[in-house]
């Protein structure tokens, strides 16, 4: 059995549950059909700058943190807001490079490109394993400075590439110079279990919703670049033509006192609901009552809230970033550039009026996790196959 020593530093954690849901997903499945070993490696922050992060909530999981369906390690390397970032992989390197040497994995596996894949891509080198790294969306997209030149140094070092969408190889091969051959795209799945097409009138009750509300929901970080602003104001304009249309926002993040106060002046927190970070049968639960989802993010990889939504039956309004428009279609959703309130006013205002058929919705996505972790399980079988033919 091929064993993988899978590396990352985002998976779902007791504080936001929904975090990393699609690697903690992939490396479940993968770990059916291979024996794998996850490594959650965090950034450790002193106290006095554990509220500096500015795109995400902060928080460490303690060491020993174990997810079910999971073997893993969790543990830290130390680190300041900014300070450290040109040294992060190489001190995160030095962290993780008993514990993979103690695994002794055929592959490693790293998702997030750097710091975290640059460190799993030195400590592989000097334990002669080879590497690949998964890339996710802005750890490719939103890249400037020192991060860009680490970015470019881990992806041209690697033995093979990861990426969620067609959109995103391209990126990695143009702006990156990353070799075509070794870049592969290996799009997310989703939980057939989970979601799936079901009762809009079941689950309004089961939540205590009306079935003559409108619900326009959003599931995702609450953070600026998921255009939460656009999404407030286009809200405002639909409800005051619509008195009936309830806004759902479901999720966490660094942007949730701003949000609550924008709704609070907008007057909008009395048919507005704000969920907080929860567990996936509760998001579909939540799509599952919808009329609409949205997504107007600035920038996306391969967003699997949209893949959900769909997979549930209810159409989506998203902008079309990152590979976006590899999911919508005509037939499942409308595509919009980002940005624009007034754009996403009247995008969200044609999908709440039209019919649509939520199983023929349904009936354009049907991707399993297990299929990801076959495509990654090969991913990984293709490398060390020419890792070997090298050294003989």
Request: net charge positive; hydrophobic share 40%.
């Amino acid at each position: 059995m091929t064993r993988i020593a899978l590396v990352t530093p985002i998976l779902p954690v007791p504080y936001d549950p929904t975090r990393g849901r699609y690697i903690y997903e992939t490396a479940v499945a993968l770990s059916r059909i291979a024996e794998v070993r996850v490594f959650f490696m965090q950034q450790k922050y002193p106290g006095i700058f554990r509220n500096s992060a500015r795109s995400a909530l902060y928080g460490v999981a303690p060491e020993g943190y174990t997810i079910d369906g999971l073997e893993m390690e969790s543990f830290t390397y130390p680190a300041l807001p900014l300070v450290t970032r040109a040294i992060n992989g190489r001190v995160a390197s030095r962290v993780l490079m008993p514990r993979l040497r103690s695994y002794n994995p055929d592959v490693a596996l790293a998702y997030w490109v750097y710091p975290d894949g640059f460190a799993t891509l030195q400590a592989s080198r000097k334990l002669n394993i080879p590497c690949i790294v998964g890339a996710l969306g802005s750890d490719i997209h939103v890249r400037s400075g020192h991060n860009e030149l680490m970015t470019r140094r881990t992806i041209g070092g690697v033995d093979a590439l990861l990426t969620v969408s067609e959109d995103m190889r391209g990126a990695a091969i143009k702006k990156y110079g990353a070799a075509p051959d070794r870049v592969h795209t290996i799009v997310n799945g989703f939980n057939t279990g989970v979601f799936r097409v079901r009762s809009r009138s079941a689950a309004r009750k089961e939540l205590g919703l009306t079935d003559d509300a409108r619900l326009l929901i959003y599931v995702g970080r609450l953070v600026e670049t998921k255009g939460m602003r656009e999404l407030v104001q286009a809200y405002q304009a639909l409800h005051g033509r619509d008195p009936r249309l309830h806004l759902v926002i479901v999720g966490d993040g660094v942007m949730r006192d701003e949000l609550a106060a924008l709704l609070d002046s907008a007057g909008l927190r009395g048919c507005s609901t704000m969920t907080g970070g929860l567990t996936p049968d509760q998001v579909a639960q939540w799509i599952a009552a919808s009329d609409v989802l949205t997504l107007p993010s600035w920038s996306e990889g391969y967003p699997n809230v949209v893949v959900e939504s769909i997979a549930c039956g209810r159409p989506v309004v998203a902008t079309d970033v990152g590979g976006t428009r590899e999911i919508v279609s005509e037939h499942n959703g409308i595509l919009i550039k980002p940005r624009d309130p007034k754009v996403l006013e009247q995008a969200l205002g044609s999908a709440l009026a039209r019919d649509w058929d939520e199983n023929a919705i349904a009936a354009t996505l049907n991707r399993s996790w297990d299929d990801v972790a076959q495509d990654t399980l090969r991913v990984c079988q293709q490398v060390i196959e020419l890792r070997n033919r090298a050294s003989r």
